[in-house]
């Protein structure tokens, strides 16, 4: 198999010299951050995730209400929740995150929302990852804006997300690029340099024929790591490794992303199904079964990062949380404030941060929802900063423009 | 531009894009061709061995109270086999939709309509990834979308909210008012186990299909507007939903919160199933859709930011003719701002395909794995996963990695077709007047018919519409 740079150096000939200044920039990333490359992992779980039943806090006194026969019970009771720190626990289904946070790599975030406040998923997702509060008030994402401020070289596309299409998130001016498994042959070299020229004079599909052949040769060296994985025969049967069967070919692109030492230092990927309105379950259902293949996915991508995982923060975040109580078909309408965990080698975890709000009548959002104590963006700050590096400068201005008065959370991160 | 309403743009931005002739065929009268199709009533699907909602459904019912008792039966829990049956009912009959959904477009003779039916299927999205619905979502379109497409929006409205696959999926059959006698009964039974509303169907009924985001609802509307579609449901689904037809629209009083309610300021009275009627009636009629649905349709045929000037004048058609969709249509194609760019639009993958089995003439039955494309290129049919549909922005589908799989399949098309297909030749009957000097090039230079085929279906001019 020919290495990366054999092929770049083929590419940049057949394509007349255009990858040439494409990769150069790969060369000093390693030596300029002084040997310790932080990566992020972005998980965004649409849908909604419900923030009281992946972390229940079944030391409040009026949650087992709310829930009804979907409450989940105290650590130690059958089916019960994975303790935590006394008052909070983690759904049972999550396993791997209840480790995690034993091994004090895990940092559960609760009753933290967006500045969003109405329950348009849509529009709640557009302000999780434009970064301002307002819909539609941007047509780029926070976390592209937060790669031109990563300090140090870094390669010209910082950031891959992982799917064939980049979420708001991560669009925006600085390159990135995306990539996904195939079943169909690679493209001919002589087609590709043709279609190099031809699309000399279409500046959008220059760019993203620049960066899906940057992609692609990155996901050549790194090798067998990122071949489509063959199915999974009789899996249908076990939902906890059915569920991580779809996530495992992203999980494994976004480790050999990753963990190459001049690759891109930003992964971002999508999750869905967590619309729970109807027969949402409880220690066991539908939401138990999602829960435990995002957990099995973690897991693996922790296994798959290897060495890497020691320098990563693996953020998942969800646009709002759910109503406090249960509905009348056994799940939950769209809420306020929810849960979001942060999860890796770097993480100063095994701790739960939360001003909780309570779970009263008068102590709910509206009569109905989890009130939100933290605002979500001091999070992203607190991991910008603390994690990456991004200035607090670029960070107030113009990651989430105009926030100066919002102060990033300090201490997220392992000294 | 020499020919104002260029055929180039009228077969391929509005219709599915262009076949051999086609061009030649429209000529100068773009427009009229269009506004041709939009004569007569709407084609139905003529595949043989299409069933209805009501027959799928209340055959997957069935099947699932088999594997049910079975479960019941086997206290250890079944093997995988059983579990795999309703699945296996239900991938057939989707792969039996899509084929269908596929044929009727690539041979359409008012490929208009076909685009314009999947807007509105696409605008009333259910999808494949809930339980049922991937044998459902194809019945869907032809029962509920397809029929009304050159209707009035008020019974495209209605007909998608009574169809049972959209209750299904908005989880609406289980909706139970508070006050609902069934909600009483089971109150004194069981104080433990609350049934009562569910709000999903009613918030997306306002939020997505009518006035939008910013129509102007509040919070305790959507609540209303649930216990006004209480009741709203399906029947013979066994246990407290029995009874009813199984697998069609039933409205069931037992499920229904009495008593007159207001909702966006209107006082309904209370006549049951009547009640909901009303209320999409005066949604249908809101400015707010007229503004909503305006912009949608204006995204989708002139540009991702559609001319606030083009947007208000769709409105007014609309409005002012009480949602009468073809006067819509018409005023879409009297919209100088359509006709403006000729490749303003990126295409979606579902646009790309369809284009490409047209032009190259491409085979589109079951033999031909007619699915794949779609999922190869990241638009799986009827799957959004989401009730807002699929996007219609370039950049939710301009991404490198798709731009990669495109280029892929062209190859693979290219390797395909080979020498029986001379691109060189098809290129101005496909693309016209969009056609440019680079990608004309290109062809003429290519190594081998081959090539020549993926570096057309790869070309700046046939990625967008």
Request: glycine share 12%; net charge neutral.
């Amino acid at each position: 198999m020919s290495t990366r740079r054999q092929f770049l150096t083929h590419a940049a000939s057949a394509a007349g010299g255009l990858f040439c200044t494409t990769r150069l920039a790969f060369a000093g990333a390693t030596a300029a951050s002084g040997g310790r490359r932080p990566r992020l992992v972005l998980i965004v779980m649409r849908g909604a995730l419900d923030g009281l039943a992946a972390v229940p806090p079944y030391g409040d006194r009026d949650y087992a209400a709310l829930r009804g026969e979907a409450a989940l019970h105290a650590p130690g009771a059958p089916g019960g929740a994975l303790a935590l720190d006394g008052f909070f626990g983690l759904h049972p289904a999550l396993e791997f995150l209840g480790q995690s946070y034993r091994a004090r790599e895990l940092l559960v975030l609760h009753a933290l929302a967006s500045p969003y406040r109405e329950r348009s998923h849509f529009d709640g997702q557009d302000v999780l990852e434009n970064g301002t509060p307002r819909p539609h008030a941007l047509q780029s994402g926070w976390l592209n804006r937060a790669l031109a401020h990563l300090p140090g070289a870094h390669p010209r596309e910082a950031g891959v997300a992982l799917g064939q299409n980049v979420p708001l998130v991560m669009r925006g001016p600085a390159a990135v690029t995306s990539w996904s498994p195939s079943k169909l042959a690679a493209p001919d070299e002589d087609t590709l340099a043709r279609l190099t020229d031809l699309y000399a004079g279409d500046a959008l599909l220059a760019q993203r024929l620049a960066d899906g052949l940057a992609a692609d040769a990155i996901a050549a060296e790194d090798g067998a790591g990122m071949t489509p994985l063959p199915p999974a025969a009789g899996d249908a049967a076990r939902p906890r490794a059915a569920h991580s069967a779809r996530y495992a070919e992203t999980v494994r692109a976004a480790a050999g992303f990753l963990r190459q030492e001049d690759g891109p230092q930003v992964a971002v990927f999508d999750t869905s199904g967590w619309d729970t309105h109807a027969n949402e379950g409880g220690a066991q259902g539908q939401l138990a079964t999602r829960l435990a293949g995002l957990d099995a996915a973690l897991a693996s991508l922790r296994q798959e990062l290897g060495a890497a995982w020691g320098d990563t923060a693996v953020l998942a975040i969800t646009e709002f949380g759910r109503t406090a109580a249960i509905n009348g078909t056994r799940g939950t309408d769209h809420g306020t404030a929810t849960a979001a965990f942060l999860i890796g080698g770097a993480v100063a975890g095994g701790r739960v941060l939360a001003d909780w709000p309570g779970l009263a009548p008068r102590q709910l959002y509206q009569g109905r929802d989890l009130a939100p104590t933290l605002d979500l963006r001091a999070v992203l700050k607190g991991v910008l900063a603390g994690h990456l590096g991004v200035s607090t400068r670029a960070l107030d201005e113009e990651v989430f423009p105009d926030s100066a008065r919002l102060r990033p959370l300090a201490g997220l991160m392992r000294a | 531009m020499s020919e104002p309403f260029t055929s180039a743009i009228a077969a391929n931005r509005f219709g599915l894009g262009a076949r051999p002739g086609e061009l030649a065929a429209i000529g100068g009268g773009g427009r009229d061709w269009l506004r041709a199709q939009l004569a007569g009533p709407p084609p139905q699907l003529a595949a043989a061995g299409l069933r209805s909602c009501t027959d799928i459904l209340a055959a997957a019912l069935e099947l699932r109270r088999e594997l049910q008792a079975a479960r019941k039966a086997d206290a250890q829990g079944v093997a995988a086999d059983p579990l795999q049956k309703l699945p296996q009912f239900l991938r057939p009959i989707y792969a039996s939709e899509v084929t269908a959904r596929l044929q009727q477009a690539v041979t359409s003779e008012r490929p208009f309509l076909e685009r314009l039916t999947q807007f509105w299927a696409n605008h009333f999205a259910v999808s494949i990834d809930k339980q049922f619905l991937a044998g459902l979502a194809g019945s869907f379109e032809r029962e509920a979308i397809r029929p009304h497409v050159l209707g009035n929006f008020a019974d495209l409205l209605l007909a998608a909210e009574t169809h049972p696959a959209m209750l299904l999926y908005l989880d609406n059959y289980l909706s139970v008012g508070p006050h609902a006698p069934a909600a009483l009964r089971a109150a004194r039974r069981d104080a433990q186990r609350r049934i009562g509303i569910n709000e999903n169907l009613a918030r997306e009924i306002l939020e997505l299909h009518t006035l939008g985001v910013g129509g102007g609802y509040t919070q305790a509307d959507v609540t209303t507007f649930a216990a006004v579609l209480s009741g709203w449901s399906i029947g013979g689904e066994g246990g407290r939903f029995r009874g009813g037809v199984p697998g069609q629209f039933l409205f069931r009083p037992e499920l229904h919160e009495p008593g007159t309610k207001v909702v966006l300021g209107t006082r309904y009275r209370d006549d049951g199933f009547g009640q909901g009627v009303a209320v999409l009636r005066d949604l249908a009629r809101a400015r707010a859709t007229a503004q909503f649905v305006a912009t949608k349709l204006a995204r989708h045929f002139i540009a991702d930011e559609p001319p606030a000037a083009a947007v208000a004048r769709l409105a007014d058609a609309f409005h002012s003719s009480g949602g009468d969709l073809p006067r819509v249509y018409h005023a879409l194609l009297d919209a100088r701002e359509a006709w403006d760019s000729g490749l303003a639009k990126y295409k979606s993958p579902c646009d790309y395909v369809l284009s490409a089995y047209r032009g190259l003439g491409l085979p589109a039955d079951a033999a031909h794995a007619p699915l794949a494309p779609f999922e190869l290129l990241g638009q799986r049919t009827w799957s959004p996963g989401s009730p807002a549909g699929w996007p219609d922005r370039s950049a939710d589908w301009d991404g490198a990695a798709a731009l990669m799989k495109r280029i892929q399949w062209a190859q693979a098309l290219g390797e395909r077709l080979g020498g029986r297909c001379d691109a060189v030749a098809l290129a101005p009957e496909l693309l016209g007047a969009n056609l440019g000097a680079a990608t004309r090039g290109a062809l003429a230079h290519a190594a081998s018919a081959a090539q020549a085929v993926t570096l057309l279906l790869a070309a700046p001019e046939f990625m967008r519409r």
